[in-house]
Protein backbone atom coordinates (compact mmCIF):
# COMPACT_ATOMS: atom_id res chain seq x y z
CA UNK A 1 0.00 0.00 0.00
CA UNK A 2 1.13 3.49 -0.68
CA UNK A 3 0.75 6.01 2.17
CA UNK A 4 0.26 9.43 0.75
CA UNK A 5 0.78 12.85 2.80
CA UNK A 6 -2.02 13.28 5.42
CA UNK A 7 -3.31 9.88 5.10
CA UNK A 8 -3.00 7.24 7.71
CA UNK A 9 -0.96 3.50 7.69
CA UNK A 10 -4.57 1.95 7.59
CA UNK A 11 -6.03 3.92 5.54
CA UNK A 12 -7.15 1.21 2.81
CA UNK A 13 -5.75 -1.56 4.71
CA UNK A 14 -6.45 -5.29 3.67
CA UNK A 15 -6.12 -7.47 7.17
CA UNK A 16 -6.73 -10.65 4.87
CA UNK A 17 -3.74 -9.72 2.29
CA UNK A 18 -0.36 -11.20 3.66
CA UNK A 19 1.59 -11.19 1.03
CA UNK A 20 3.80 -8.74 1.60
CA UNK A 21 2.52 -6.98 4.90
CA UNK A 22 6.09 -6.38 6.86
CA UNK A 23 6.07 -2.79 5.81
CA UNK A 24 2.69 -1.82 6.90
CA UNK A 25 3.08 -3.61 9.94
CA UNK A 26 6.32 -1.84 10.51
CA UNK A 27 4.43 1.44 9.99
CA UNK A 28 1.28 0.64 12.38
CA UNK A 29 3.99 0.15 15.24
CA UNK A 30 5.43 2.94 14.73
CA UNK A 31 2.51 5.61 14.14
CA UNK A 32 -0.21 3.20 14.82
CA UNK A 33 0.26 1.14 17.32
CA UNK A 34 -3.47 0.44 18.31
CA UNK A 35 -6.66 1.95 15.64
CA UNK A 36 -10.13 0.93 15.22
CA UNK A 37 -10.48 -0.80 11.49
CA UNK A 38 -14.10 -0.48 10.34
CA UNK A 39 -14.39 -2.54 7.76
CA UNK A 40 -13.55 -5.59 9.79
CA UNK A 41 -15.19 -4.00 12.86
CA UNK A 42 -11.57 -4.69 14.95
CA UNK A 43 -9.55 -2.82 16.99
CA UNK A 44 -5.61 -3.67 15.67
CA UNK A 45 -2.58 -4.16 17.86
CA UNK A 46 1.06 -4.40 16.72
CA UNK A 47 3.38 -3.62 19.24
CA UNK A 48 4.85 -6.65 21.15
CA UNK A 49 4.22 -5.23 24.75
CA UNK A 50 0.50 -4.17 24.02
CA UNK A 51 -0.01 -7.57 22.48
CA UNK A 52 1.42 -9.34 25.85
CA UNK A 53 -0.52 -7.46 27.74
CA UNK A 54 -3.74 -8.37 26.41
CA UNK A 55 -2.64 -12.07 26.02
CA UNK A 56 -1.81 -11.63 29.55
CA UNK A 57 -4.74 -10.35 31.38
CA UNK A 58 -6.90 -13.16 30.26
CA UNK A 59 -9.91 -12.08 32.83
CA UNK A 60 -10.61 -8.58 30.76
CA UNK A 61 -9.72 -9.90 26.90
CA UNK A 62 -11.48 -13.09 27.10
CA UNK A 63 -10.48 -15.88 24.08
CA UNK A 64 -14.29 -16.00 23.15
CA UNK A 65 -14.17 -14.90 19.80
CA UNK A 66 -11.02 -16.58 18.71
CA UNK A 67 -12.73 -19.24 16.51
CA UNK A 68 -15.77 -17.08 15.15
CA UNK A 69 -16.10 -17.02 11.82
CA UNK A 70 -14.74 -13.75 10.47
CA UNK A 71 -18.24 -13.49 7.77
CA UNK A 72 -20.86 -15.36 9.45
CA UNK A 73 -21.80 -18.22 7.48
CA UNK A 74 -24.25 -17.73 5.07
CA UNK A 75 -27.76 -19.08 5.42
CA UNK A 76 -27.59 -22.00 2.67
CA UNK A 77 -24.21 -22.64 4.86
CA UNK A 78 -26.06 -22.74 8.02
CA UNK A 79 -28.90 -25.08 6.66
CA UNK A 80 -26.10 -27.54 5.84
CA UNK A 81 -24.36 -27.58 8.74
CA UNK A 82 -27.70 -27.61 10.79
CA UNK A 83 -29.05 -30.57 9.06
CA UNK A 84 -25.68 -32.17 8.89
CA UNK A 85 -26.15 -32.46 12.99
CA UNK A 86 -22.69 -30.32 13.27
CA UNK A 87 -22.67 -28.78 16.57
CA UNK A 88 -18.84 -28.20 17.29
CA UNK A 89 -17.59 -25.86 19.50
CA UNK A 90 -14.04 -24.80 20.01
CA UNK A 91 -11.76 -27.59 21.87
CA UNK A 92 -9.46 -24.95 24.46
CA UNK A 93 -8.93 -21.86 22.36
CA UNK A 94 -12.38 -20.24 22.02
CA UNK A 95 -13.42 -21.65 25.60
CA UNK A 96 -12.88 -19.84 29.01
CA UNK A 97 -12.32 -20.39 32.28
CA UNK A 98 -13.96 -22.43 34.35
CA UNK A 99 -14.13 -24.51 31.49
CA UNK A 100 -10.92 -23.86 29.80
CA UNK A 101 -9.10 -24.71 33.29
CA UNK A 102 -10.70 -27.76 33.79
CA UNK A 103 -10.47 -29.51 29.90
CA UNK A 104 -7.13 -27.96 29.31
CA UNK A 105 -5.62 -29.75 32.48
CA UNK A 106 -7.43 -33.14 31.10
CA UNK A 107 -5.77 -32.73 27.70
CA UNK A 108 -2.60 -31.28 28.74
CA UNK A 109 -1.80 -35.04 30.15
CA UNK A 110 -1.92 -36.70 26.86
CA UNK A 111 0.19 -33.45 25.44
CA UNK A 112 2.95 -34.22 27.29
CA UNK A 113 6.80 -34.30 26.31
CA UNK A 114 6.83 -38.04 27.03
CA UNK A 115 4.09 -38.59 24.33
CA UNK A 116 5.37 -36.28 21.69
CA UNK A 117 9.33 -37.75 22.64
CA UNK A 118 7.97 -41.43 21.84
CA UNK A 119 6.83 -40.97 18.15
CA UNK A 120 10.49 -38.74 17.15
CA UNK A 121 11.93 -42.04 15.48
CA UNK A 122 8.43 -41.98 13.33
CA UNK A 123 8.95 -38.53 13.02
CA UNK A 124 12.28 -39.06 11.27
CA UNK A 125 11.02 -41.96 9.03
CA UNK A 126 8.07 -39.73 7.70
CA UNK A 127 10.19 -36.77 6.95
CA UNK A 128 12.83 -39.13 5.27
CA UNK A 129 10.28 -40.87 3.05
CA UNK A 130 8.71 -37.29 2.22
CA UNK A 131 12.50 -35.92 1.39
CA UNK A 132 12.83 -39.11 -0.83
CA UNK A 133 9.76 -37.99 -3.03
CA UNK A 134 11.09 -34.81 -2.87
CA UNK A 135 14.32 -36.20 -4.45
CA UNK A 136 12.50 -38.03 -6.98
CA UNK A 137 10.62 -35.58 -7.96
CA UNK A 138 13.27 -33.07 -8.55
CA UNK A 139 15.89 -35.72 -10.05
CA UNK A 140 16.15 -33.90 -13.03
CA UNK A 141 17.32 -30.32 -12.03
CA UNK A 142 13.48 -29.08 -12.66
CA UNK A 143 12.08 -26.96 -9.68
CA UNK A 144 9.53 -29.03 -7.39
CA UNK A 145 7.11 -28.19 -4.73
CA UNK A 146 8.42 -28.58 -1.39
CA UNK A 147 4.97 -27.03 -0.22
CA UNK A 148 3.18 -29.41 -1.93
CA UNK A 149 5.61 -32.74 -1.55
CA UNK A 150 6.30 -32.60 2.19
CA UNK A 151 5.32 -29.24 4.17
CA UNK A 152 1.73 -30.13 3.42
CA UNK A 153 1.75 -33.83 4.13
CA UNK A 154 4.33 -34.40 6.52
CA UNK A 155 3.07 -32.72 9.95
CA UNK A 156 -0.36 -34.46 9.49
CA UNK A 157 1.32 -37.87 9.23
CA UNK A 158 3.15 -37.01 12.33
CA UNK A 159 0.02 -35.91 14.00
CA UNK A 160 -2.52 -38.80 12.64
CA UNK A 161 0.33 -40.98 14.48
CA UNK A 162 -0.24 -39.44 17.86
CA UNK A 163 -4.57 -39.81 17.12
CA UNK A 164 -4.50 -43.30 15.60
CA UNK A 165 -5.64 -42.11 12.45
CA UNK A 166 -5.00 -44.27 9.55
CA UNK A 167 -2.57 -42.62 6.52
CA UNK A 168 -5.04 -43.58 4.00
CA UNK A 169 -7.48 -40.71 5.56
CA UNK A 170 -4.68 -38.38 5.67
CA UNK A 171 -5.91 -36.46 2.07
CA UNK A 172 -9.62 -36.37 3.85
CA UNK A 173 -8.33 -34.35 6.79
CA UNK A 174 -6.21 -32.09 5.15
CA UNK A 175 -8.81 -30.57 2.95
CA UNK A 176 -11.22 -30.73 6.25
CA UNK A 177 -8.74 -29.01 7.92
CA UNK A 178 -8.07 -26.22 4.69
CA UNK A 179 -11.96 -25.55 4.99
CA UNK A 180 -11.92 -25.35 8.47
CA UNK A 181 -9.05 -23.03 7.85
CA UNK A 182 -11.20 -21.26 5.85
CA UNK A 183 -14.15 -20.67 7.26
CA UNK A 184 -12.74 -19.18 10.18
CA UNK A 185 -10.19 -17.27 9.21
CA UNK A 186 -10.74 -16.26 5.33
CA UNK A 187 -13.45 -13.95 3.83
CA UNK A 188 -15.25 -16.22 1.65
CA UNK A 189 -18.19 -15.55 -0.54
CA UNK A 190 -21.79 -16.62 0.14
CA UNK A 191 -20.97 -19.28 -2.87
CA UNK A 192 -17.71 -20.67 -1.48
CA UNK A 193 -18.91 -21.62 2.09
CA UNK A 194 -21.15 -24.17 0.46
CA UNK A 195 -18.38 -27.01 0.34
CA UNK A 196 -16.85 -25.31 3.32
CA UNK A 197 -20.33 -26.41 5.23
CA UNK A 198 -20.37 -29.34 3.69
CA UNK A 199 -16.39 -30.37 4.81
CA UNK A 200 -17.25 -29.36 8.07
CA UNK A 201 -20.33 -32.17 8.15
CA UNK A 202 -18.52 -34.43 7.65
CA UNK A 203 -15.40 -33.91 10.11
CA UNK A 204 -17.43 -33.85 12.82
CA UNK A 205 -19.44 -37.15 11.43
CA UNK A 206 -15.50 -38.34 11.17
CA UNK A 207 -14.32 -37.77 14.39
CA UNK A 208 -17.30 -38.88 15.82
CA UNK A 209 -16.68 -42.28 14.11
CA UNK A 210 -13.09 -42.04 15.31
CA UNK A 211 -14.36 -42.08 18.84
CA UNK A 212 -16.90 -44.60 18.48
CA UNK A 213 -14.21 -46.70 17.39
CA UNK A 214 -11.86 -45.63 20.05
CA UNK A 215 -14.87 -46.86 22.84
CA UNK A 216 -14.90 -50.21 21.25
CA UNK A 217 -10.79 -50.78 20.76
CA UNK A 218 -9.13 -48.81 22.64
CA UNK A 219 -5.30 -47.92 20.97
CA UNK A 220 -2.11 -46.02 22.39
CA UNK A 221 -3.40 -43.03 21.37
CA UNK A 222 -5.02 -38.90 21.86
CA UNK A 223 -8.56 -40.29 21.55
CA UNK A 224 -7.80 -43.48 23.72
CA UNK A 225 -6.53 -41.01 26.72
CA UNK A 226 -8.77 -38.77 26.44
CA UNK A 227 -11.59 -41.57 27.02
CA UNK A 228 -9.76 -43.30 29.47
CA UNK A 229 -9.11 -40.03 31.02
CA UNK A 230 -12.97 -39.79 31.33
CA UNK A 231 -13.66 -43.71 32.36
CA UNK A 232 -11.40 -42.65 35.16
CA UNK A 233 -13.61 -39.91 36.37
CA UNK A 234 -11.97 -37.02 34.76
CA UNK A 235 -14.64 -34.21 34.46
CA UNK A 236 -15.20 -34.04 30.43
CA UNK A 237 -18.32 -35.17 28.35
CA UNK A 238 -18.32 -37.11 25.31
CA UNK A 239 -19.01 -33.62 23.07
CA UNK A 240 -15.91 -31.99 24.80
CA UNK A 241 -13.78 -34.68 23.52
CA UNK A 242 -14.95 -34.23 20.34
CA UNK A 243 -14.53 -30.30 19.98
CA UNK A 244 -10.99 -31.33 21.47
CA UNK A 245 -10.59 -33.57 18.25
CA UNK A 246 -12.03 -30.77 16.09
CA UNK A 247 -9.77 -28.67 16.81
CA UNK A 248 -6.18 -30.61 17.54
CA UNK A 249 -6.90 -32.78 14.00
CA UNK A 250 -6.69 -28.70 12.47
CA UNK A 251 -4.79 -26.97 14.75
CA UNK A 252 -1.49 -29.67 15.27
CA UNK A 253 -0.99 -29.79 11.25
CA UNK A 254 -2.37 -27.13 9.47
CA UNK A 255 0.03 -24.62 11.69
CA UNK A 256 3.13 -26.66 11.22
CA UNK A 257 2.51 -27.42 7.45
CA UNK A 258 2.65 -23.53 7.12
CA UNK A 259 5.47 -22.85 9.23
CA UNK A 260 7.86 -25.10 7.76
CA UNK A 261 6.95 -23.58 3.82
CA UNK A 262 7.36 -20.51 5.76
CA UNK A 263 11.06 -21.23 6.93
CA UNK A 264 12.13 -22.85 3.79
CA UNK A 265 11.21 -19.93 2.51
CA UNK A 266 12.83 -17.95 4.84
CA UNK A 267 16.23 -19.89 5.02
CA UNK A 268 16.30 -19.57 1.26
CA UNK A 269 15.92 -16.18 1.34
CA UNK A 270 18.65 -16.09 4.17
CA UNK A 271 21.58 -18.12 2.69
CA UNK A 272 24.26 -16.92 5.81
CA UNK A 273 21.48 -18.38 8.25
CA UNK A 274 21.56 -21.84 5.74
CA UNK A 275 25.12 -21.79 5.37
CA UNK A 276 25.55 -21.25 9.35
CA UNK A 277 23.15 -24.81 10.23
CA UNK A 278 24.59 -27.09 7.48
CA UNK A 279 28.18 -26.70 9.30
CA UNK A 280 26.78 -26.63 12.52
CA UNK A 281 23.38 -28.46 13.77
CA UNK A 282 23.61 -27.13 16.95
CA UNK A 283 22.63 -23.90 15.78
CA UNK A 284 19.28 -25.46 14.43
CA UNK A 285 17.14 -25.00 17.94
CA UNK A 286 17.86 -20.97 18.04
CA UNK A 287 17.15 -21.02 14.55
CA UNK A 288 13.62 -22.54 14.85
CA UNK A 289 12.88 -20.21 17.79
CA UNK A 290 14.24 -17.65 15.00
CA UNK A 291 12.30 -18.65 12.25
CA UNK A 292 8.82 -18.57 14.62
CA UNK A 293 10.18 -14.92 15.15
CA UNK A 294 10.44 -14.32 11.96
CA UNK A 295 8.29 -16.01 9.79
CA UNK A 296 5.98 -17.69 11.50
CA UNK A 297 2.41 -19.22 10.22
CA UNK A 298 -0.01 -17.57 12.71
CA UNK A 299 0.55 -14.19 12.00
CA UNK A 300 -3.36 -13.14 14.10
CA UNK A 301 -5.08 -13.91 16.67
CA UNK A 302 -7.99 -12.30 18.35
CA UNK A 303 -9.50 -11.57 21.73
CA UNK A 304 -12.73 -9.57 22.93
CA UNK A 305 -12.76 -6.99 25.75
CA UNK A 306 -15.29 -8.09 28.72
CA UNK A 307 -14.71 -4.19 30.31
CA UNK A 308 -12.93 -1.19 28.85
CA UNK A 309 -9.28 -1.02 29.52
CA UNK A 310 -6.21 1.53 28.56
CA UNK A 311 -4.04 -0.61 26.80
CA UNK A 312 -0.63 1.26 25.28
CA UNK A 313 -2.49 4.76 26.14
CA UNK A 314 -5.62 3.45 23.55
CA UNK A 315 -8.79 2.58 25.89
CA UNK A 316 -10.35 -0.20 24.39
CA UNK A 317 -14.11 -0.10 25.00
CA UNK A 318 -15.93 -2.71 26.56
CA UNK A 319 -17.25 -5.33 23.81
CA UNK A 320 -13.88 -4.14 21.51
CA UNK A 321 -13.06 -7.20 19.05
CA UNK A 322 -9.44 -7.01 18.92
CA UNK A 323 -7.21 -8.48 16.48
CA UNK A 324 -3.68 -8.98 17.49
CA UNK A 325 -0.98 -8.73 15.20
CA UNK A 326 1.54 -11.50 16.62
CA UNK A 327 3.91 -11.56 13.27
CA UNK A 328 4.08 -7.06 13.13
CA UNK A 329 4.59 -7.62 17.64
CA UNK A 330 7.56 -10.66 16.67
CA UNK A 331 9.52 -7.45 14.44
CA UNK A 332 9.20 -4.96 17.12
CA UNK A 333 12.13 -3.41 17.59
CA UNK A 334 11.69 -2.41 21.31
CA UNK A 335 11.82 -6.53 22.06
CA UNK A 336 14.07 -7.44 18.99
CA UNK A 337 16.55 -5.18 17.97
CA UNK A 338 16.99 -5.53 14.17
CA UNK A 339 13.56 -7.19 14.18
CA UNK A 340 12.91 -6.68 10.56
CA UNK A 341 16.17 -9.15 10.32
CA UNK A 342 16.83 -12.76 10.62
CA UNK A 343 19.25 -13.36 13.13
CA UNK A 344 19.55 -17.38 14.41
CA UNK A 345 22.03 -16.55 17.15
CA UNK A 346 19.39 -14.07 18.47
CA UNK A 347 19.54 -13.96 22.29
CA UNK A 348 15.63 -13.34 23.22
CA UNK A 349 14.29 -15.42 20.03
CA UNK A 350 12.37 -17.46 22.31
CA UNK A 351 10.46 -14.75 23.83
CA UNK A 352 8.26 -14.27 20.17
CA UNK A 353 4.41 -14.67 20.23
CA UNK A 354 3.91 -17.12 18.17
CA UNK A 355 2.49 -19.80 20.23
CA UNK A 356 0.70 -16.93 22.11
CA UNK A 357 1.28 -16.23 25.72
CA UNK A 358 -0.83 -17.15 29.35
CA UNK A 359 -3.22 -19.37 29.55
CA UNK A 360 -4.09 -20.35 25.96
CA UNK A 361 -0.26 -20.81 25.10
CA UNK A 362 -0.30 -23.91 22.52
CA UNK A 363 -0.15 -27.14 24.03
CA UNK A 364 1.94 -28.77 20.73
CA UNK A 365 4.66 -26.33 20.94
CA UNK A 366 6.99 -29.06 21.69
CA UNK A 367 5.88 -30.88 18.94
CA UNK A 368 6.30 -28.48 16.74
CA UNK A 369 9.62 -27.44 17.35
CA UNK A 370 10.64 -31.16 17.04
CA UNK A 371 8.90 -31.35 13.56
CA UNK A 372 11.06 -28.28 12.71
CA UNK A 373 14.27 -28.86 14.07
CA UNK A 374 14.31 -32.90 12.16
CA UNK A 375 13.14 -31.57 9.02
CA UNK A 376 16.07 -28.45 8.82
CA UNK A 377 18.53 -30.86 9.75
CA UNK A 378 17.21 -33.89 7.35
CA UNK A 379 16.89 -30.84 4.46
CA UNK A 380 20.33 -29.24 4.95
CA UNK A 381 22.15 -33.12 4.78
CA UNK A 382 20.71 -33.93 1.85
CA UNK A 383 20.02 -30.92 -0.06
CA UNK A 384 22.66 -28.52 1.31
CA UNK A 385 22.50 -26.51 -2.25
CA UNK A 386 18.85 -26.44 -2.66
CA UNK A 387 17.44 -23.00 -3.30
CA UNK A 388 14.83 -21.29 -4.66
CA UNK A 389 13.64 -21.58 -8.32
CA UNK A 390 14.39 -18.91 -10.68
CA UNK A 391 12.32 -16.07 -10.21
CA UNK A 392 9.86 -17.30 -7.80
CA UNK A 393 8.14 -15.57 -5.78
CA UNK A 394 5.72 -16.50 -2.43
CA UNK A 395 2.36 -15.43 -2.81
CA UNK A 396 -0.17 -16.05 0.09
CA UNK A 397 -4.03 -17.36 0.62
CA UNK A 398 -6.07 -14.96 1.89
CA UNK A 399 -6.41 -15.23 5.80
CA UNK A 400 -6.31 -13.50 8.71
CA UNK A 401 -4.19 -15.66 10.76
CA UNK A 402 -2.48 -17.64 9.04
CA UNK A 403 0.20 -16.95 6.50
CA UNK A 404 -0.01 -20.06 4.03
CA UNK A 405 1.94 -19.97 0.93
CA UNK A 406 0.32 -21.15 -2.21
CA UNK A 407 4.12 -23.06 -3.03
CA UNK A 408 7.25 -23.27 -2.35
CA UNK A 409 9.27 -23.96 -5.61
CA UNK A 410 12.54 -24.89 -5.19
CA UNK A 411 15.56 -26.33 -6.97
CA UNK A 412 17.60 -29.18 -5.44
CA UNK A 413 20.93 -28.58 -6.50
CA UNK A 414 23.34 -31.20 -6.94
C1 LIG B 1 4.21 -24.00 14.33
C2 LIG B 1 3.17 -24.64 14.78
C3 LIG B 1 2.12 -24.06 15.70
C4 LIG B 1 1.77 -22.76 15.90
C5 LIG B 1 2.36 -21.51 15.25
C6 LIG B 1 0.70 -22.75 16.89
C7 LIG B 1 0.08 -21.61 17.37
C8 LIG B 1 -0.89 -21.57 18.35
C9 LIG B 1 -1.53 -20.38 18.86
C10 LIG B 1 -1.23 -18.96 18.39
C11 LIG B 1 -2.41 -20.75 19.83
C12 LIG B 1 -3.33 -19.82 20.65
C13 LIG B 1 -2.56 -19.33 21.85
C14 LIG B 1 -3.27 -18.30 22.71
O1 LIG B 1 -4.47 -18.04 22.52
O2 LIG B 1 -2.59 -17.74 23.59
C15 LIG B 1 -2.35 -22.20 19.91
C16 LIG B 1 -3.12 -22.96 20.76
C17 LIG B 1 -3.18 -24.33 20.70
N1 LIG B 1 -2.38 -25.17 19.95
FE1 LIG B 1 -0.92 -24.62 18.68
N2 LIG B 1 0.42 -24.03 17.23
C18 LIG B 1 1.25 -24.87 16.54
C19 LIG B 1 1.30 -26.25 16.59
C20 LIG B 1 0.44 -27.03 17.35
C21 LIG B 1 0.44 -28.48 17.38
C22 LIG B 1 1.45 -29.35 16.64
C23 LIG B 1 -0.58 -28.85 18.21
C24 LIG B 1 -1.05 -30.24 18.63
C25 LIG B 1 -0.39 -31.32 18.55
C26 LIG B 1 -1.21 -27.64 18.71
C27 LIG B 1 -2.28 -27.60 19.59
C28 LIG B 1 -2.79 -26.47 20.16
C29 LIG B 1 -3.89 -26.47 21.13
C30 LIG B 1 -4.64 -27.70 21.64
C31 LIG B 1 -4.12 -25.12 21.47
C32 LIG B 1 -5.19 -24.59 22.43
C33 LIG B 1 -4.59 -24.22 23.78
C34 LIG B 1 -5.56 -23.49 24.69
O3 LIG B 1 -6.43 -22.75 24.24
O4 LIG B 1 -5.43 -23.69 25.91
N3 LIG B 1 -0.57 -26.56 18.16
N4 LIG B 1 -1.40 -22.69 19.01
Same mark, same amino acid.
Given at each position: ????????????? !???????????? @?????????????????????????????????????????????? #???????? %???????????????? +?????????? %??? =????????????????????????????????????????????????? +????????? !???? #???????????????????????????? !???????? %????????????????????????????????????????????????????????????????????????????? %???????????? #????????????? @????? +??? #?????????? =????? !???????????????????????????????????????????????????????????????????????????????????
Amino acid at each position: MNVHDGQMPSDGF !DPFDLNKPHALW @KQFREEQPIFYHEPSGYWVVSRYDDVKAIFDDWKTFSSENAQKPMR #PMSEAGRK %ILTEGGFTAYSGLTAR +VPPDHTRIRK %IAQ =GAFGPRRFKSIEPQIEVIVKDHLDRLEDAGKDGKPVNFWEIVAFPVPAH +VLFTLMGIP !DEDV #PKIKQYGASRGKMTWSDLTDEEMIPVAH !DMVAYWKY %IHDLLDMRRETPGDDFPSDMLAAQAAGAEIDNEEIAGLLYSTLFAGHETTSTFMGNYVLAMMENRDAWEAIKADHAL %IPNAVEEMLRYM #PSVVGWRRKARTA @KVIGG +VEL #PEGAEILMIT =GAANR !DEAQFPDGEELNIMRDNARTHLSFGYGIHYCLGFQLAKMEASILLRQLSERFPDMKLADGFEATYHRNITFRVPTSVMVELGK
